[in-house]
């Protein structure tokens, strides 16, 4: 008898997102009938206050996990039971599993940058990295830094209580990297070996840049994590400077093998999710 697997995604403006496909082909490969379907805050006309009522929807219908994507990695806390370790020290959480009566959230986007980084921009110097961002998927790529042995990234964002409360986090498990508040992007990418993008803008649906290209120069690499679309305005700008780049594909990628592994228990071939990903 065939195994069914059912599973989705929430966020906002997701339509172009490719990690159902990722998945249900993933699924397929391995002679499962794997059905991801996406949950559109946009299209439902909802905020992130309508979590928990999707969340319960998603759990009484059966699936076997959920991905949360922007803007809830953060508030989806609110809407578990448990937490791994890692989402634990993040306090942000991309995916959710329903198992014996529990929901325990995970976070699997540390890896995905981790692994997408390792393999993109090897032997990148790590001396001091500008971050820019601090939601929940800053705080993912800052851990994933700090593991790699960073030793200093300086984050950037909006709201100075999420520089504050990622530092807070952070700064206790990862003591030899020092976690420092920007305040002057022009002086810290002057000083920095490289920028990690960790905001919805350049996203298909947040089109723009985040900061003005023109601080860029060529001894700096760049990574994104957006991956709709795969050349962002501010990757184009930094290969046009000289930059080594990278974009979010691999992230996005990686993340979706460790969920895929989540919700099915079976390891998945990680090499083929790339081929299909890029075929894509």
Known sequence: MTRVVR?????????????????????????????????????????????????AGA???????????????QAAIAHVDELSDDAAVLQSINTITFKNGKRQGHNTDWWGFQESFRRGLPGADLS???????GG?????????A???????????????RV?????????????????AGKDLDAALANASGVVQATPIGMASHPGTPFDPGLLSARLWVAEIIYFPLETELLAAAAARGC?????????????VG??????????DAERMIRHFSAM
Do not use: W
């Not at 759990?59 to 990695?73: D, F, R, S, Y």
């Open 259 to 268: 969920a895929f592994e989540l919700f099915t228990s079976v390891a998945p």
């Open 59 to 73: 759990e009484a219908q059966g699936v076997a996990g959920l991905n949360i994507t922007h803007p809830c990695k």
């Open 128 to 134: 001091h990295a500008v971050l820019i961002g601090a």
């Open 7 to 55: 599973a989705g995604l929430i966020g906002s403006g997701i339509g172009l997102s490719r990690t159902p496909a990722l998945h249900m082909e993933e699924g397929r490969q391995h002679g499962i009938d794997y059905r991801y379907d996406l949950i559109d805050l946009d299209v439902l006309g909802v905020g992130p206050e309508a979590l928990g009522t999707l969340i």
């Open 137 to 145: 998927a800053g705080v993912a790529v800052a851990h994933a830094l």
């Open 147 to 161: 593991r790699m042995g960073t030793a200093k990234v300086t984050i950037f964002d909006v709201d100075p209580a």
């Open 244 to 256: 080594r780049i990278l974009n979010g594909g691999g992230m996005a990628v990686f993340q979706a």
């Open 164 to 180: 504050s409360a990622v530092m807070d986090r952070l700064a206790p498990v990862h003591q030899d990297c020092v976690f420092a």
